[in-house]
Structure formats: structure tokens, C-alpha cells
T-cell receptor, first 112, second 115 residues
Framework: DSGVTQTPKHLITATGQRVTLRCSPR?????VYWYQQSLDQGLQFLIQ???????AKGNILERFSAQQFPDLHSELNLSSLELGDSALYFC???????????FGPGTRLTVL | AQTVTQSQPEMSVQEAETVTLSCTYD???????LFWYKQPPSRQMILVIR??????QNATENRFSVNFQKAAKSFSLKISDSQLGDAAMYFC????????????FGKGTKLSVKP
């Protein structure tokens, strides 16, 4: 158990819908990262937040957005969902001054 | 842009034997971090080992060790005394130094362990 929690574990929805994925980092970790794992694209970085502020952006679609709240939990919002958005979405966190990232169990999103 | 390449999509090892997984990377930076992550069938991403580029000494964690060749930009993972529980996808990852920096992953190597 990495200490990073993600909810829900599984999500099944239809095209065009909007979903929210939630992540709680390890206690004390200020950085939260979101990654997408799909069969064709592999593991891709989406976005990073540090203590509530957006720190870095990767291959995140405009239909996707994220935020980090004062209690440091983070949410990833995916809207206008398409079949190709079906993937495993991971959240990871890291401590201040540390470079290793610890991953949550992931949320498996299926878009039908 | 940095890239990470794992040239072995699949590998197989006999239980109790040793196996080496390959990883090469490309970067113009002189300082960075390299990691190996394990992803078993449960899909959890588990950190196996990390290496700081400025350290010449190869990292070791119990049965897991790396062979870090900075000039060749090579970072292989050696698993000794392989166990059935080692069966998983293994991902090599690169990260630039600093708090602003995501992991860049290779495509992974699927390791099977035969009893």
C-alpha cells in the first residue's frame, strides 16, 4: 500500500458524459501527478499540481481539467467523453525535495 | 525531448534464476533520476529501485540491482533469485531533477517466471 488513495476503482459511463476522479496523496506530500495508461499510448503524464497550484502540464486534452484543494486532495475532471478516453488513470504523489513518485491503485474508466 | 526505450516487450525466466531487463534513454541533461516500476496483474504501480545520475555506484534493493552506464545512457535491471511474485510488467522511467518534473516511461517489459 503506497498511501495514495483513488476513488472510484472502476467507472463505466457513456460517450459525451462527464466524470470526476478523486485522489488523496500520501500524508504530507504536496505534489500530485495524474497519468493515463492506455494500450496504444502507454503511460502518459497529464498534469501536476503542487500545493494547490498547477506546476506542469503534459499531454492533457482540453476536455480534461484538474485541481488540487486546500486539503491537498486532487480531482481530475473528464468531459465530453469519447471511446478513446477509456484507460487506467493513475494519481501519484511525491514529498517535498524528493523525486520518487508513489502511485495510487488507479481508476479504470470505461467509456461505452 | 527525453525518451525512454525498452527494447524487450517480453522476457521469461526460470524460478530462482537471474534475469536482466534492458532500458536506454535519451537526454541532454547531466543530472536526472532513473527508476524501475513494477506493475503486477493488480495494476498497482510499485517503485522497485531508483538511481541518481550523479552517483556512479549502482543502486541495489535486496534481489534487485541496476547497471547504470551514464555514457551509454543505459539503465538495466537485474533480478536475482527470481520468484513467482516477480511476474509483472516492468517500466523504466526517467525524471529530470527538481520538483517540477513528471516521469517519462518506456513501453514496458512483460516478465514471466516459470516454476
Amino acid at each position: 500500500d503506497s498511501g495514495v488513495t483513488q476513488t472510484p476503482k472502476h467507472l463505466i459511463t457513456a460517450t459525451g458524459q462527464r466524470v470526476t476522479l478523486r485522489c488523496s496523496p500520501r500524508s504530507g506530500d504536496l505534489s500530485v501527478y495524474w497519468y493515463q495508461q492506455s494500450l496504444d499510448q502507454g503511460l502518459q503524464f497529464l498534469i501536476q499540481y503542487y500545493n494547490g497550484e498547477e506546476r506542469a502540464k503534459g499531454n492533457i486534452l482540453e476536455r480534461f481539467s484538474a485541481q488540487q484543494f486546500p486539503d491537498l486532495h486532487s480531482e481530475l475532471n473528464l468531459s465530453s467523453l469519447e471511446l478513446g478516453d477509456s484507460a487506467l488513470y493513475f494519481c501519484a504523489s511525491s514529498a517535498l525535495g524528493r523525486d520518487e513518485q508513489f502511485f495510487g491503485p488507479g481508476t479504470r474508466l470505461t467509456v461505452l | 525531448a527525453q525518451t525512454v526505450t525498452q527494447s524487450q516487450p517480453e522476457m521469461s525466466v526460470q524460478e530462482a534464476e537471474t534475469v536482466t531487463l534492458s532500458c536506454t534513454y535519451d537526454t541532454s541533461e547531466s543530472d536526472y533520476y532513473l527508476f524501475w516500476y513494477k506493475q503486477p496483474p493488480s495494476r498497482q504501480m510499485i517503485l522497485v529501485i531508483r538511481q541518481e545520475a550523479y552517483k556512479q555506484q549502482n543502486a541495489t534493493e535486496n534481489r534487485f540491482s541496476v547497471n547504470f552506464q551514464k555514457a551509454a545512457k543505459s539503465f538495466s535491471l537485474k533480478i536475482s533469485d527470481s520468484q513467482l511474485g516477480d511476474a509483472a510488467m516492468y517500466f523504466c522511467a526517467y525524471k529530470r531533477v527538481g520538483s517540477q518534473g513528471n516521469l517519462i516511461f518506456g513501453k514496458g517489459t512483460k516478465l514471466s517466471v516459470k516454476p
